[in-house]
């Protein structure tokens, strides 16, 4: 089970970390995706990280401004958001993988419910 957490709303510019908490199993050796989807639109991938190796796959949307980190003690991933925009709004999940290489959303085995993240002045 994955639980996200750290969704609400922020001004543009400001920052918000989400977290990601896994349950029932280690999130060793998996891919850890952050996926969001705004309303009418595909979800879409925004960063995916190895746990193995911790290459991490970036949007070009989000480079420079989002990044990816692991608390191996508390099996939990945290997203960083930096420098929010308002085309940031979006339900954002996480999702886990055993395969490796794995980017799209379709790709992914497992799924958290989904936290709301709103940038708006």
């Known amino acids: 089970q994955l639980v996200e957490a750290g969704g609400g709303l922020v001004q543009p510019g400001g920052s918000l970390r989400l977290s990601c908490a896994a349950s029932g199993f280690n999130l060793d050796h998996y891919v850890i995706g952050w996926f969001r989807q705004a309303p009418g639109k595909e979800r879409e991938g925004v960063l995916c990280?190895?746990?193995?190796?911790?290459?991490?796959y970036y949007a070009e949307s989000v480079k420079g401004r989002f990044t990816i980190s692991r608390d191996n003690a508390k099996n939990t991933v945290y997203l960083q958001m930096n420098s929010l925009k308002p085309e940031d709004t979006a339900v954002y999940y996480c999702a886990a993988e055993q395969r490796v290489g794995v980017t799209e959303p379709a790709d992914f085995s497992f799924w958290g419910q989904g936290t709301q993240v709103t940038v708006s002045s």
């Open positions: 990280m190895s746990t193995s190796d911790s290459s991490t």
